[in-house]
């Protein structure tokens, strides 16, 4: 069989979609992938053949970041429509010869076309119950809407989603020599989406009109050791505290309350640096700054992993039995964080309230004996294999 595989976005985006990538060619099918530019030689070195899709999503930094001013709404409008027509363009060409496609993500607004074109099957997944459209919960994750409430704001999200992308999606449709579309979101999502996240972490939402199958969480195993100077910090005294927001736009100021907050509670830090480039605030021997880590030999060996609340690294924190501490700063990170909470295995401290105050009493709580304890019992019930359930569900629809 030969699958195209397509992912957008960030690295929580696109992992995901490599890790199901790894476990099809593992069965011996015939794997494409669809990745931004900047992931195209990390993919490249794990032995895939890719075709860039989209544009690098890593925000400016350093002096770049300064100089950097906001998009006009004429720019932002000439962005998406470069966008959408980029995905059909780079999917079309991928997915000649392929046999199905699946995609990774919400923001996949042409798969589902392509895949008509070729008549062939695909599906789109997501990565967090939040996107998919249900009373339970709001577009945005957060938690405390009633039903009629969460319902209206999911009816303004799609008529969103049709002002900034219909008209788009028609017209490269109709490149292709298929008919127009009255429903942006319903047409990306199809009528039976997967979601590609934990039960236990993000059970499946009530939905209406959608046939959802939940897979677990696309995890891909990471073999990488540890650098020697990470695993000489990490042997030279109790657990640290692990600090990193990942592919964030998080202001160094973040890193230096989370240090600070750390040391109040009398923890070592391992600061990972990610695309903001955090840094040290000083040269004191309790603080390691480190680039890209395996997160999965990682995190067993620290005592709390404080992070923005991406899908992945909550799920590789709740893994490795460790408790958490959310900065939610936007998507489903609000989600992950109501999450966490409600399962007693962390805590979280909302991004415009974040202080060296409010992030040390969060801390405290989840350095807390009884939170830990949920923390280690939970990691046994997180299942290990999404990647695997996808595959026979691809091979199953591909029979």
Same mark, same amino acid.
């Given at each position: 069989?030969?699958?195209?595989?397509?992912?957008?976005?960030?690295? $929580?985006?696109?992992?995901?979609?490599?890790?199901?990538?790894?476990?099809?060619?593992?069965? $011996?099918?015939?794997?494409?992938?669809?990745?931004?530019?900047?992931f195209i030689d990390w993919v490249g070195g794990l032995g895939f053949t890719a075709t860039p899709i989209g544009i690098a999503m890593r925000p400016p930094s350093g002096a770049a970041a300064a100089q950097a001013s906001a998009p006009t709404a004429?720019?932002?409008?000439?962005?998406?429509?470069?966008?959408?027509?980029?995905?059909?363009?780079?999917?079309?060409?991928?997915?000649?010869?392929?046999?199905? +496609?699946?995609?990774?993500?919400?923001?996949?607004?042409?798969?589902?076309?392509?895949?008509?074109?070729?008549? +062939?099957?695909?599906?789109?997944?997501?990565?967090?119950?939040?996107?998919?459209?249900?009373s339970d919960h709001p577009p945005d994750g957060e938690p405390g809407g009633d039903q009629e409430s969460n319902l209206r704001r999911w009816q303004d999200g799609s008529r969103s989603w049709n002002e900034r992308l219909l008209e788009r999606l028609n017209d490269n449709r109709e490149r292709l020599g298929l008919g127009p579309l009255s429903d942006v979101l319903g047409h990306v999502l199809g009528e039976a989406p997967w979601l590609a996240a934990d039960a236990v972490l993000g059970p499946p939402p009530a939905t209406q009109g959608l046939r959802v199958t939940q897979t $677990?969480?696309?995890?891909?195993?990471?073999?990488?050791?540890?650098?020697?100077?990470?695993?000489?910090?990490?042997?030279?005294?109790?657990p640290p505290v692990y600090v990193g927001f990942g592919s964030m736009p998080a202001d160094q100021q973040t890193g230096s309350i989370a240090i600070e907050a750390a040391r109040a509670v009398g923890r070592r830090v391992v600061l990972s640096q990610g695309w903001a480039e955090l840094g040290r605030v000083d040269d004191a021997p309790d603080c390691i700054a480190i680039g890209d880590v395996n997160h999965q030999a990682l995190f067993p060996r620290v005592a709390a992993v404080v992070h923005h609340g991406g899908a992945g690294t909550t799920t590789t924190a709740a893994r490795a039995g460790v408790p958490q501490v959310i900065v939610p700063m936007f998507s489903d990170q609000p989600y992950w964080a109501s999450r966490v909470r409600a399962?007693? +295995?962390?805590?979280?401290?909302?991004?415009?309230?974040?202080?060296?105050?409010?992030?040390?009493?969060?801390?405290?709580?989840?350095?807390?004996r009884g939170v830990a304890a949920r923390a280690a019992a939970i990691a046994?019930?997180?299942?290990?294999?999404?990647?695997?359930?996808?595959?026979?569900? +691809?091979?199953?629809?591909?029979?």
């Open positions: 069989m030969r699958v195209l595989l397509t992912g957008v976005g960030t690295r $929580g985006d696109v992992q995901p979609v490599v890790a199901l990538a790894a476990e099809m060619r593992r069965r $011996g099918h015939d794997v494409r992938l669809c990745v931004p530019p900047n004429e720019q932002l409008r000439a962005l998406v429509a470069h966008l959408v027509r980029d995905q059909f363009d780079a999917t079309a060409a991928a997915a000649e010869g392929c046999d199905v +496609i699946v995609a990774g993500g919400a923001h996949q607004y042409a798969t589902r076309s392509i895949a008509e074109r070729l008549s +062939i099957p695909s599906v789109v997944a997501v990565y967090a119950p939040v996107a998919l459209p249900s $677990g969480a696309w995890l891909l195993p990471d073999p990488t050791p540890l650098v020697p100077e990470l695993e000489a910090f990490l042997a030279a005294g109790e399962l007693g +295995i962390g805590t979280s401290v909302a991004r415009g309230a974040l202080s060296a105050e409010s992030l040390l009493a969060a801390l405290r709580g989840a350095l807390d046994g019930a997180v299942a290990v294999d999404g990647t695997a359930v996808a595959a026979d569900l +691809i091979e199953r629809a591909s029979a």
